[in-house]
């Protein structure tokens, strides 16, 4: 079965970094888009960043231009969440997801925490 395992989620100062962490299983990883979203709190879910399955393509939320870079190792069947000059509007669950099959698949979301 598709699994979608975050990690790397925590407490960061503002201004600073953190990399989030995909690991995907279940599905040929190597042909599928992967995304991220997040929800902040008492916020709607929203699209983060996007990346095709050969990783050539990415395309980002404006508010997060600039300062997050989604990657992917496709060897691994891991995609990334680079966020960089994080502000505490960041503050979130952040979610991978897939779209398999016509169904989508969300993991169990990892917190990040932009906190002086």
């Known amino acids: 079965q598709v699994q979608l395992v975050e990690s790397g989620g925590g407490l960061v100062q503002p201004g600073g970094s953190l990399r989030v962490s995909c690991a995907a299983s279940?599905?040929?990883?190597?042909?599928?888009?992967m995304s991220w979203y997040r929800q902040g709190p008492g916020k709607e879910r929203e699209l983060v960043a996007i990346i095709s399955s050969s990783g050539g393509v990415t395309n980002y939320a404006d508010s997060v231009k600039g300062r997050f870079t989604i990657s992917r190792d496709n060897a691994k069947n891991t995609v990334y969440l680079q966020m960089n000059s994080l502000k505490p509007e960041d503050t979130a669950v952040y979610y991978c997801?897939?779209?398999?099959?016509?169904?989508?698949?969300w993991g169990q979301g990892t917190q990040v925490t932009v906190s002086s």
């Open positions: 997801s897939a779209e398999v099959r016509s169904y989508r698949y």
């Open positions: 279940g599905f040929t990883f190597r042909i599928y888009a």
